[in-house]
Structure formats: C-alpha cells, structure tokens
C-alpha cells in the first residue's frame, strides 16, 4: 500500500498533497470528472483516487504475469468512458485497459502494429472508437476499437513521432511533432500526404498542446529550450508567441480558463514546473519546486487553480496555486540601460494593477449554488505593471560619431612616430576630443628624438675667431695647431659657411639650415650675456653677437683661441647649473662635477646617469671622453616615462575609451607594451574589436588585430571564416563546391547562368527584382541589346 501526505495547508480550493508510488512514472492521466489518476511508468501502473486529505490507491493494473506489455511509455483515459484506459508500451504494443472485468488482469485489446517504441497515444475527443498512436519509427497509425484492427497508417518521416493530439474543434485533423523539429497537420481521411508541415524547433520538438479555448492556437515546445505559440489559419502556421526558458521543455498543457497562461516541465536540469504568461516571455508567472528530479507529466484538473505533476522521483503531487513561489516578487523592479548611441532607457515598477475579484459576483440562475461558475476566476497573484522611458540624445555630436570619425582617421603605423603622434592630436582636436589631443602632443615630446637645434653653433669651430687677432686656415702655427673633430665640442655638425657675411642680422634673411630658438636654447655664454646687460643697453638678439664676442668667451672660460686645445686649468661652466657653494680659485675635478650635478638637480630621481647612455656624457669633459662629440646630437634625457603613461592608459580604460588606450599603445609599440599585463592588454584589445564591430567597422577592426602583439588577439584573424551554403532544391549543405550540389539523392548545379546555362563559379550578377542572373560579362551583353530577363519570365532587367 502506497503512503500519502500533504504539507497541512487547508483552502477551499485544496490542498498540496503526494504519494509516493513504486517507480519513475513516465505518464499519467486523469478521469472525465478528474476524480481519478493514472500513473504509468516502466516499473509502475497504478489508479489513485483523489480525496480531500490525499490520494487513495484504487488499483494496481500489474498483476498475473509482468511482461514489457506493463512497460509503459504513456497512458490516456478515455473521455467519455470511465473504464477505459489505453498505454503504449515500450514493445511497440497499443493496449486497451477494461477496467470493469472482473478478473485480476485488466488488459482488453493488444495492437501489436508497430515495431519500435510507442511514445504517444490519443483518444478521438468525439469519436469514442478512434484511437490514435505514434512511434519511435516515424509512424503514426489509427486503430478501430470496433474492429479492433489498424484502419490507417500515416507515414510522417523516419523521424521518430514525439507528441500527437487531435484537434479539439476541426474533426478530421491532427497535429504530430518528430525528431525533426517539424510539425505536421494531417486530414485522417488521407493517410498519404499531410496537409502542412512547418520547422517549428531547431532540434527535437517534444510536445505541442491545442488551446482549450482559442481554437486556431497550437503550443509546441522542444529541446531549443523555447515553447511556441502558432496560430494556423488553415494554410499557415504564424507565429504569435514565443517563451524562452532555461532548460529543453519536455512538455507544455494550456491552463484552463487563463487565455494566456501555458505550464511546461523541463526533460533534464529543471525539476520544477512552470507556469508561464505567454505576454512575459523571460519570468514565469508561478513555479512550483516539490519534485526531487525531472518531471515527466503535467494534468491539470478542472479547477484552474490546481492540477498533478508527476515525476521521476517516483512522487505524484497535487499543486495548488496559493503555495507557489512566483519569481517575479524576488526580481529587480527597476532597470536602466544604454545603447551605444547615447540613449538612456530606464524601467521602473507602476504599482499593482487591480484585479477585481469575480468571487461572489455569480449571475442570476436558479441553479444550485454549487453549479454555479463564476463568470471569471479570481487570480491569487496580481499582475505588477512597469513603466518603461526611453530618453533619446539630443546633441549633434554623439559619442558615437566621435568614436567612428576617430577609428577612421586615425593613422596608428606606415609612418614617423613623431608625425603619428601629430596626425592623430588634429584628428582628436578637430573631434572636440581636446585632453586625447594633448595626450597625443605630450606622447610626441616624450619619445621623440630631442636633438639639439642647429642654430646654436652653426659654423664650424675652427672658424668662430678674430680674423684680425688669429691666424687664418692656412696658417699653421706650432702655438695655434688647426683642431680637429675629435677637439672641439661641436653642438652641431651640420655644414655652415664660413663667410662671415653669411651670418644674418636682425631684419637679414637665415640659412635655410638655420632655426630660430629660444633663450633657453642658447648657449651658455650667449645667455650670460643677455643677462649682463645693462638697463640703458638695447638688448640684442642672439644672431647679433659676433665672432669677437665668441672669443672673448671661449678664452675667458679656458678654451684657447683656436678652440684646438684646453687650458691646462679648465672648469665646467657653472651657469649651467644652480651654485650651492662658492666657487674656489682650483676648479674640482670632472668627475666632481658630475657628482655636484647629478646630487643637485631637481630631476635627479627621473634621470638615468648610466655611462652608456649618451644623456649622462654631458656632464664628462670632451678631453676625457672624445666619443662626446659624436653623441651630443642624440642628447636626450633618459627619463622614466613608463609608469607615467601606464598610469594615463588605464585612466582612459576606466573612462571607458578603449579606443585611446588600445591606439597609444599600438603607436608606442615596445616601448610601453611590456610595461602592461598581457591580460589587461587582451580585454582592451577585445573591447575595443567589439566596440568597432558594433558599429560595423569590421575593416579597421581586422587591422587592429592585425597590428596587435597579443597573441589571443592575434589568433582572430587567424579562424576560420567560411561560410557554407545550402542546395537550393534539396537544402542540404554545400562542402566542396558552392555551384554544384553533391549529395547522392540531388546532383543539380545550383547556380547556373541564365544566358550560358553553365555553372557560375565566380563572381554571380543576378536581378533585384526576379532572382534571375548569372555570369557578369554574359548579363551585361545580354542587357545592352534586350531589356527583358534572359530566362524569358518577363521582368525588365537593369544592368548598373
């Protein structure tokens, strides 16, 4: 004897109750008056009673001798007799069950027509002698409970038949789901050919139920994890609604007198069941989790606020709506979200909607107060009403543009680092962008090659001298030899003239070599000089200082005159640097000098004084390093700008403009890529390729990740991007050839030329406007001497 419970609520409406029977019950049914319950399974046939405190076992149908006829893949009551049941075995045998013999064993009549497994039986809703059946072979057969024979086979597909249902208002016709995902709608007076057949699920479709009430309204669902709602006007299937779920939907029963509420149980993960608003396609309107493992059956009883679920678990529960969990109490009322364009929409909850309640506002009758129907039945949950605003960017220049006027523009290789940097500064300042423009000016002053300008010694050093006090080029002196390369600390070694005409005064024209700079880019003795005169002095420019003035310098800081030589005593100039002691009459030494410097200078923590590098040679004499001369037009501080830029680079990826972030550091290349974490590199480089792919930018997106060092990101260009197309007569997939079909059962060519008639293999021209084309150079022909299509169906074609 089987054991019962509830979970001890009380309501007028019932309760929550189950038993717990012998086994995984695959099917069940209920009674015309749902007083009774069915369950069936491989290990189970069983009729329970139902009564207000639980279910009472009635009877156990396994008796005699347990053959696979007791295997039950499904089980139907008929509708209009009590004592008939009818199951379909996993044998392939269709059994009919007579509940009032008197003997032990209950099992009437056996169809053994089909061959493999039974997956579904249905009784004719108004013809009590039809008995309708489907199998794992693909057939569908009706049998006579007259006769007790197979009157009719209908041959669907080699898919197997999944669900099956008459319709409940059109006598003659049925609806079948198969493995296919297809649904048909067959006549049962022609067993040769369905009347339609639509692609309903991509993948197996499980079950499909018709509308109590709606009478073109047809339900499927199947293991795409979506539960469909079609309206068939007797040509066409149409799509009303669609219910996307979590799981594969194994099957869906409408909830009577809710137009729009359906249940569905899931065939794996899922192990509640849910009852759906067709309207809201994302939240179940109720769910109920009692089960322990997949449901496989749903009934709902007359009362819609109540109906059976069976299950796996081998447990047969009564749900009543007034103990389920309803999801959408436990959601997030309030949304916000906006779209690339610079929209902003923003849903909000609107309070509760009332529903008026219909309990006791019964029609004028006569009839007895428990005949009574109520005209609508009151709902236990309220529907909740949201709001929805869509706020739309009114400005002109939207982000958007920005964004794609900047991804078009910018240039991020072919050319200098300098002028990339400057190219894309105009891009952005032209853009409004200004602090990305800046960027890109500081990125050019930083890394660029800051050589020292021409102008500040632009004649060679054997010629800056008296010509009066000094002896000329072709004089050579023991006392005044003619330096050399290696001698004189050139600041330049671009070529000048030595006429001392050439040298330009203050209204005269420059060299071409020449450029005019600042003070702070004179040399040391020029700005000396500025800064000696006096208030009453006109000051001059530094292109009005002669040779003299050049000599009186170099002699007054130990250089002799021909600047081929050193003073014995030579100091390293302190305008150069700030003084923090008094200077003694003995010069220290070169390398205290460097000390000095390198100890006192404000920069001294950004400055790298490693002998290799050139920055640090300007503080060695070029007497004891000659190398110096050589190097002095690659001067460059060697500052550490690395955490600098890395610092400013996420700044803009927290910001959100990827789109800087990623092009800097394409431009910088080495120089800052390692600097940055490979996986911060690859979600900058993969947000920015989503970004352009979102606003159709694929050409600029392929060049990023062409450009890009990541390896990740470089494998994007590297997958596979063939596309296969399908056989436009037998819709089979094209793997060797595009223009020619190569399955065995079709071997048609499927692109063919209107004018040649042979295979297009290249480049296809085919009209807008009737489908008809073919090869490029044979239409053009074509068109210039007839206006008309080339295969004769009448369309006056253009070539442009």
Same mark, same amino acid.
């Given at each position: ?23 995984? #019950? ?77 003997? @032990? ?72 789901? *198969? ?14 050919? !369905?009347?339609?057949? !639509? ?64 249940? %569905? ?19 179940? !309107? ?20 109540? /109906? ?42 609107? @309070? ?93 002053? /930083? ?69 005019? #700079? ?113 190097? /002095? ?108 079909? *190569? ?10 030329? %209107? ?46």
């Amino acid at each position: 004897m089987s054991r019962g419970g509830s979970d001890g609520v009380r309501s007028t409406l019932g309760r929550t109750m189950h038993v717990k029977v012998d086994g995984g #019950i695959n099917a069940l049914s209920s009674s015309r008056d749902s007083s009774q319950v069915v369950v069936a399974g491989r290990s189970v046939f069983k009729i329970f009673h139902i009564e207000d405190l639980g279910f009472q076992e009635r009877i156990d149908l396994r008796v005699g001798r347990i053959t696979l006829k007791y295997s039950c893949n499904d089980v139907m009551w008929h509708p209009h007799k009590d004592e008939l049941l009818a199951t379909g075995a996993t044998n392939g045998n269709v059994i009919i069950w007579d509940l009032n013999k008197i003997k @032990g064993n209950k099992m009437d009549i056996t169809f053994s027509d089909h061959k493999r497994t039974v997956n579904k039986v249905c009784f004719h809703p108004s013809e009590s002698n039809l008995l309708l059946s489907g199998s794992q072979g693909g057939s569908m057969k009706c049998f006579d409970l007259r006769t007790e024979k197979c009157e009719m086979t209908f041959q669907g597909g080699n898919d197997s038949v999944r669900d099956l249902q008459f319709s409940p208002y059109q006598y003659f016709i049925f609806a079948a789901t *198969s493995d296919n995902g297809n649904i048909q709608l067959w006549d049962y007076r022609r067993k040769d050919k !369905f009347l339609h057949q !639509f692609m309903a699920h991509n993948g197996p479709a499980f079950g499909l139920d018709w509308h109590p009430e709606e009478k073109q309204w047809l339900a499927t669902c199947g293991r795409d994890r979506i539960i469909k709602v079609w309206r068939w006007d007797e040509r066409q299937l149409h799509e009303e609604y669609t219910v996307f779920t979590i799981a594969s939907v194994a099957r869906v029963k409408w909830r009577p007198e809710k137009k729009y509420h359906i249940a %569905s149980c899931s065939q794996v993960v899922d192990q509640s069941v849910c009852v759906w608003d067709i309207r809201r396609s994302y939240m179940p !309107f109720a769910v109920f989790e009692e089960h322990n493992d997949v449901v496989s059956g749903i009934l709902w009883r007359q009362d819609p606020h109540i /109906f059976l679920s069976g299950g796996k678990d081998s447990m047969l529960y009564q749900h009543v709506f007034k103990d389920a969990k309803r999801p959408s109490a436990r959601a997030n009322p309030v949304g916000v979200s906006m779209s690339i364009f610079g929209d902003l929409c923003h849903a909000f909850t609107g @309070g509760k909607s009332t529903v008026k309640s219909s309990a006791n506002n019964y029609p004028a009758t006569r009839l007895p107060f428990s005949w009574r129907r109520s005209t609508e039945v009151p709902e236990m949950f309220r529907q909740y009403e949201s709001t929805l605003m869509v706020h739309e960017l009114q400005e002109t220049n939207k982000y958007s543009d920005q964004f794609c006027e900047m991804a078009k523009h910018y240039q991020l290789t072919g050319r200098p680092f300098a002028e990339l940097c400057e190219h894309n500064a105009k891009v952005a300042h032209g853009l409004g962008a200004y602090q990305v423009a800046q960027t890109w000016n500081m990125l050019r002053l /930083f890394y660029s090659d800051s050589r020292a300008p021409s102008r500040m010694y632009s004649k060679p050093m054997s010629s800056i001298s008296d010509t009066s006090n000094k002896p000329s080029d072709t004089e050579k002196t023991p006392d005044a030899p003619m330096a050399t390369n290696h001698d004189r600390p050139s600041f330049s070694q671009q070529p000048s003239t030595t006429d001392p005409t050439a040298e330009s005064t203050a209204g005269g024209q420059t060299d071409d070599n020449d450029s005019v #700079i600042s003070d702070s880019e004179l040399p040391f003795n020029k700005q000396r000089h500025r800064s000696q005169e006096g208030p009453g002095d006109e000051p001059r420019e530094f292109w009005e200082y002669t040779e003299h003035d050049d000599a009186e310098d170099m002699e007054e800081h130990g250089y002799s005159a021909g600047w081929g030589g050193m003073n014995e005593n030579w100091t390293l100039p302190t305008e150069a640097f700030q003084q923090r002691q008094e200077i003694i009459d003995r010069p220290p030494s070169p390398d205290q000098t460097q000390d000095r410097a390198r100890a006192d200078s404000p920069s001294s923590q950004l400055v790298d004084l490693d002998s290799d590098v050139p920055g640090t040679q300007l503080l060695t004499a070029p007497s004891t390093n000659p190398s110096v001369t050589n190097q /002095f037009i690659d001067f460059q501080f060697c500052i550490k700008f690395a955490p600098i830029i890395l610092e400013m680079l996420e700044y803009y990826a927290d910001q959100g403009d990827v789109q800087t972030s990623v092009s800097i550091i394409v431009v910088l290349g080495d120089r800052i890529q390692k600097e940055i974490n490979l996986d911060t590199q690859e979600h900058w480089f993969m947000s920015y390729i989503d970004l352009l792919s979102r606003f159709k930018l694929w050409c600029i997106a392929t060049e990023i990740v062409k450009l890009s060092n990541h390896p990740n990101v470089g494998m994007l260009n590297q997958q596979s991007t063939t596309i296969h197309t399908k056989c436009n007569r037998c819709n089979k997939q094209l793997d060797k050839v595009s223009w020619a079909c *190569s399955s065995g059962k079709c071997t048609s060519l499927t692109n063919t030329c %209107s004018v040649c008639h042979l295979p297009v293999k290249g480049l296809y021209a085919w009209c807008q406007g009737c489908s008809h084309g073919g090869h490029i150079e044979h239409m053009k022909e074509w068109l210039e001497k007839n206006p008309m299509c080339p295969t004769g169906c009448g369309h006056y074609c253009e070539y442009t």
